[in-house]
């Protein structure tokens, strides 16, 4: 069984690069040949590495391959893939354009090569990082003037829909406590373009102390800024982020960072695992061909320390994925794909 | 003729039509520079707020949303237009972004306008400058004067080289083809007919009305020396006759018709001298009217003169018509000059003109009665060594013998004389 995974992101990016680690070891426990492309967040070049897919020779052909739909060129994927007759599978981003839906429709309707979706529970991962900073924000009494809490968003970017997805999750969490949010700003995923931006937004609303970002990288940026203006994140302000990275965890465990969510890295794993499973004869249609699954975690101090403990030099070669295929254990009715689940399941085999 | 440097219509005229050419072109050049630089300076500041206005909304929004690239990107957009040589934008938040080129900050127009934050328009979040480059506006102004100078010169050209084309064909070429045709007409080729070489489709013009004028001079001074040349016979016929009037009666006697005594001395030297050179004979009879005076006292002048016309007709009944001659002497006295004839014939002659005085000249008086007449005749002959004097001495005394021996008979005698009687 041969999958490739056409990676949207860049090869030192250090979430994508944990995703394609994290499928490394999926494959490796399940005897899967994988095969990595990264498209170095180009979206033009996902589609000419698709256009390079199906134009290989049948016996170098993937059976399968993953993609994730960001900068929403999945939908073009789809078509030149399916058009070589290569099953496709859509990993951490599925089709969620109104109208790349209607060219596309559901998996397996226009495109019988098209298998199925797999995506985290994006609001989730903002959600949960805007409740915990909130939470804190109201312990501290961080309010501005008004008497209320008031919160700054640096969100990813227009266009994909796990940033979008992700903020809707901050918003929800804003509206059930009724915050205010000063703004939301896109800092397309960068460090540096968050950290000037954050300047500006601490000179437009100087009383607001509760920052929400979209990433780790961009949460990392507003710290700089305020930090150039004499404040100590973490204490005067308070930081959020989505990522499970070194520096993140580092973070979080100084206190500079006061929320943190990560683990959907571990999507494509589990995809390769919902494939096997296809791949062997056990169709996971059963379950939903576009499943949304909660995989994000609100990462304590405590489980950070545990998750570097464990998968430190982001290697999972610890985590059995056998343990997950209904194909090998038929026992298992439904697949159960969270991040902690995967902890717990390590020390299990330790 | 004074020799005097030609100097051609054409190019005074051409001359003319480039000053004044040129002063239009200035003229029109300034006005429509003038013009030009108010629209120009209308649009200028027109433009700069078009500008303005139209990049606003965007660097609201890119300012609201804190999108640093999208700012500079406005800012390379707003400095396609030519007229920004700078812009400078300022947040309120202190950030501040620049584009364009500094060096030419000191002699632009600063303009500057509040950018309204994009969900209440009251507040701002920032200022944008535009330094506006007046010496794009000096070089626009000098672009649309270069481009009036050339459109005008141009059409100058045109215009030249119209006139020039129009000047050659229809008046210097035909005027020198007139002033050569002049130059060369000579009086006795005045039919000549003048012909331009000319288009016909040109259509009648001035130069036409001259070639026309001239014909019709032509034809006139023709007719003119036409009239002068028998106006001239005419006189010069009239002089002869009146010439030849005057002569004869310069030679001839009023009265008789016969030569006068002038012609005598005039052609008798002539008639000897050919008589001599030809060895011919030539005589002279003398000869006189018996008693004319009485016939005068008794009758009157009026039959005297009568008797007079009667008796010269008498002698030239009996004269070679073309040859001899008669010569009225004196009041009654004549001479008849007989060139080829001797001495005898000349008798003969003068005894036959006697006889027929005698018997057959006779006047009717107004009384009714006969009046008849006689003549005495004296004959000399050319002799060597004689001339017009002495011959007509010689005639004269051989006349006077014929009076002394009783008039009515000729001297000398001749042999035989043949006396009729009285």
């Given at each position: ?200 937004l601490y000179q437009r609303y100087p009383q607001t102390r509760l920052i929400w970002a979209g990433n780790d990288l961009m949460s990392f940026g507003a710290m700089e800024s305020w930090r150039a203006r004499g404040g100590k994140p973490g204490r005067d302000a308070h930081f959020s982020a989505i990522n499970t990275s070194a520096e993140a965890f580092t973070a979080l465990e100084s206190g500079s960072l006061t929320a943190l969510a990560g683990g959907h890295f571990i999507t494509g794993a589990f995809g390769l695992v919902m494939l096997y499973d296809y791949h062997h004869g056990k169709d996971f249609a059963d379950e939903g061909l576009e499943q949304n699954r909660s995989m994000f975690i609100l990462f304590t101090p405590e489980v950070a320390r545990r998750y570097q403990q464990l998968f430190g030099a982001q ?36 | ?118 969900a209440d328009a009251s507040k701002t979040v920032g200022t944008v400058e535009f330094v506006v480059d007046k010496t794009i506006l000096r070089k626009e102004l000098l672009r649309s004067f270069i481009i009036v100078i050339i459109e005008v010169i141009i059409l100058s050209i045109f215009i030249f080289m119209a006139v020039v084309a129009i000047l050659r064909r229809d008046l210097e070429k035909p005027m020198r083809q007139l002033a050569d045709f002049v130059k060369n007409l000579q009086a006795n080729q005045l039919a000549t007919k003048l012909e331009l070489k000319r288009k016909p489709e040109d259509g009648y013009n001035e130069i036409d009305l001259v070639v026309d004028g001239f014909h019709t001079m032509q034809d006139s001074l023709q007719k003119h020396i036409a009239n002068q040349d028998a106006l001239v ?190």
């Amino acid at each position: 069984m041969t999958v490739t995974f056409l990676n949207p992101g860049k090869s030192d990016e250090i979430y994508w690069v944990t995703a394609s680690n994290g499928m490394s070891a999926a494959a490796h426990s399940l005897g899967i040949h994988l095969e990595v492309i990264y498209s170095e967040r180009d979206h033009l070049k996902t589609l000419e590495y698709a256009k390079q897919i199906a134009a290989r020779p049948a016996g170098k052909r993937p059976d399968y391959v993953i993609l994730s739909n960001d900068y929403a060129v999945g939908a073009e994927a789809l078509r030149i893939l399916d058009a070589a007759n290569i099953k496709t599978f859509f990993a951490y981003s599925g089709i969620n354009d109104a109208g790349d839906r209607e060219k596309t429709g559901m998996p397996r309707q226009f495109y019988k090569g098209w298998l199925g979706v797999l995506e985290p529970q994006a609001e989730d991962a903002g959600y949960q990082t805007a409740r915990a900073l909130i939470q804190r924000g109201k312990t501290e009494k961080m309010f501005s003037s008004d008497g209320k809490l008031h919160l700054l968003a640096i969100a990813g970017d227009r266009s994909t829909a796990t940033s979008y997805k992700r903020t809707e999750g901050m918003r929800k969490a804003v509206a059930e406590a009724n915050v205010v949010l000063d703004q939301v700003v896109y800092g397309d995923w960068n460090r540096a373009k968050a950290q000037e931006q954050s300047v500006w937004l601490y000179q437009r609303y100087p009383q607001t102390r509760l920052i929400w970002a979209g990433n780790d990288l961009m949460s990392f940026g507003a710290m700089e800024s305020w930090r150039a203006r004499g404040g100590k994140p973490g204490r005067d302000a308070h930081f959020s982020a989505i990522n499970t990275s070194a520096e993140a965890f580092t973070a979080l465990e100084s206190g500079s960072l006061t929320a943190l969510a990560g683990g959907h890295f571990i999507t494509g794993a589990f995809g390769l695992v919902m494939l096997y499973d296809y791949h062997h004869g056990k169709d996971f249609a059963d379950e939903g061909l576009e499943q949304n699954r909660s995989m994000f975690i609100l990462f304590t101090p405590e489980v950070a320390r545990r998750y570097q403990q464990l998968f430190g030099a982001q290697n999972f070669e610890k985590v059995d994925f056998r343990k997950f295929s209904k194909y090998l254990n038929p026992a298992i009715k439904k697949y159960d794909f969270s991040f902690r689940h995967l902890l717990t399941q390590s020390d299990q085999r330790k | 003729m004074s020799k005097q440097v030609l100097q051609p219509i054409a190019s005074l005229l051409i001359r003319r039509v480039f000053k004044w050419v040129i002063l239009c072109v200035i003229c029109i050049s300034s006005l429509q520079a003038w013009l030009n630089y108010r629209a120009i300076e209308e649009n200028f500041t027109m433009t700069v707020d078009d500008v303005a206005h139209a990049h606003l909304p965007l660097l609201s929004v890119a300012i609201w949303d804190i999108e640093p690239q999208t700012i500079q990107k406005q800012i390379d957009l707003i400095l396609k237009n030519k007229t920004i040589s700078y812009v400078a934008i300022k947040a309120s938040t202190g950030q501040q972004f620049t584009g364009g080129d500094v060096n030419r900050l000191g002699n632009g127009q600063h303009m500057k306008f509040n950018i309204p934050a994009p969900a209440d328009a009251s507040k701002t979040v920032g200022t944008v400058e535009f330094v506006v480059d007046k010496t794009i506006l000096r070089k626009e102004l000098l672009r649309s004067f270069i481009i009036v100078i050339i459109e005008v010169i141009i059409l100058s050209i045109f215009i030249f080289m119209a006139v020039v084309a129009i000047l050659r064909r229809d008046l210097e070429k035909p005027m020198r083809q007139l002033a050569d045709f002049v130059k060369n007409l000579q009086a006795n080729q005045l039919a000549t007919k003048l012909e331009l070489k000319r288009k016909p489709e040109d259509g009648y013009n001035e130069i036409d009305l001259v070639v026309d004028g001239f014909h019709t001079m032509q034809d006139s001074l023709q007719k003119h020396i036409a009239n002068q040349d028998a106006l001239v016979a005419e006189r010069t016929s009239q002089l002869e006759t009146a010439m030849k009037t005057l002569k004869q009666l310069s030679i001839t006697d009023g009265l008789t018709s016969c030569y006068n005594r002038l012609l005598f001395n005039e052609r008798m030297p002539a008639e000897i001298q050919r008589a001599v050179r030809y060895q011919r004979h030539l005589s002279l009879v003398f000869c006189d009217i018996d008693f004319f005076k009485k016939i005068n006292d008794e009758y009157g002048h009026a039959v005297g003169d009568t008797v007079l016309i009667a008796f010269t007709q008498c002698l030239a009944d009996e004269l070679r018509a073309d040859v001899d001659w008669i010569v009225r002497y004196g009041g009654e006295e004549f001479i008849m000059v007989l060139p080829e004839t001797s001495l005898l014939a000349a008798l003969e002659v003068a005894e036959r003109i006697r006889q027929k005085v005698e018997h057959q000249l006779t006047i009717r008086l107004a009384n009714g009665n006969m009046l008849h007449i006689t003549a005495s005749f004296g004959v000399a002959q050319l002799q060597a060594a004689d001339n017009m004097e002495s011959m007509v001495q010689r005639a004269d005394e051989c006349l006077y013998k014929a009076k002394s021996q009783g008039r009515n008979r000729v001297q000398p005698m001749a042999a035989p004389v043949i006396y009729l009687g009285p």
